[in-house]
């Protein structure tokens, strides 16, 4: 990020350049937010980040919370941050969730600084968690999905001792979180929604067969198994996803996923 107080062209085609990868792992919800947050992380230059789907009607309480997906903690301090989470939600009354209850607007992005003083931040028992996972200076973004209080919500960190965030960068944080929100649900597979990536190696190849336009036949010869079994498989797959054919899996896909890309290497996704 240049030091120029405007918005470089060059930071706005990353932004949108991410949403496109992101709507390429559409279909997983895991690997769709995770892409997004490591995306966020070389942007923005964060350390850490962690992207939740949650609801909640501000300002009431309680949080319900459907997903959470981090990256760039190490283990050690991902286990600080989650056991600080296990036990303070789905009501924490800390400082943070004090100011975000505040905050109006569909979408909306702050850092720390501009919602909590140094003082009660610094006292607080948040504060000494971030302290344990190595991290300090922080930006939140929500986007509000749906009518219920589905919310998308973004939280990027820095190394304690880094600057705080600038405001090109939460300019463009707040970019990404308004473009992402649109798609959530059309485009980008909620938390709630079956993912193929829970499945068991055997089944995703299934799934990959049926959606080459294999039969059950050609699937069984392909994969090298009896048909009995990949008939138990399909049928499988069908509860899964909550479909009662052939035709109401694909539906489930072909607004999202480009068929030759659900078997391949998730690299292999990220580089086509």
């Not at 501009?114 to 344990?132: G, K, N």
């Not at 308004?178 to 709630?192: H, M, N, Q, T, W």
Request: net charge positive; proline share 4%.
């Amino acid at each position: 990020m240049g030091k120029s107080k405007r918005l470089r062209l060059q930071d706005v085609r990353c932004v949108f350049r991410l949403v496109g990868e992101c709507r390429d792992l559409g279909w997983s919800s895991v690997l769709w937010r995770r892409h997004a947050l490591e995306g966020l992380c070389r942007l923005l230059g964060a350390k850490s980040a962690v992207g939740t789907e949650l609801v909640w009607q501000r300002p009431q309480l309680p949080r319900r919370l459907v997903q959470i997906v981090d990256v760039g903690f190490t283990p050690k301090e991902q286990a600080v941050v989650m056991e600080y989470m296990s036990k303070t939600w789905p009501d924490n009354t800390g400082p943070l969730t004090a100011a975000l209850v505040k905050l109006t607007g569909r979408h909306v992005t702050r850092t720390r600084t501009q919602m909590i003083e140094d003082r009660p931040w610094y006292t607080s028992l948040l504060y000494e968690v971030r302290r344990a996972a190595g991290v300090d200076h922080d930006i939140h973004s929500m986007c509000q999905i749906s009518a219920n209080g589905e919310t998308n919500y973004i939280t990027l960190d820095r190394t304690r001792g880094e600057r705080d965030f600038s405001p090109l960068e939460q300019r463009l944080l707040h970019m990404f979180q308004k473009e992402v929100g649109r798609l959530i649900g059309p485009v980008l597979a909620r938390a709630s929604e079956p993912d193929p990536m829970q499945l068991s190696p055997r089944l995703r190849q299934t799934l990959d067969c049926l959606l080459d336009g294999d039969s059950e036949k050609q699937a069984a010869l392909r994969l090298k198994l009896s048909p009995t079994t990949i008939h138990e498989y399909v049928t499988t797959l069908y509860r899964y996803f909550q479909v009662n054919s052939r035709g109401e899996l694909l539906a489930c896909f072909l607004k999202r996923v480009r068929f030759s890309e659900l078997g391949r290497d998730r690299r292999d996704q990220e580089t086509s």
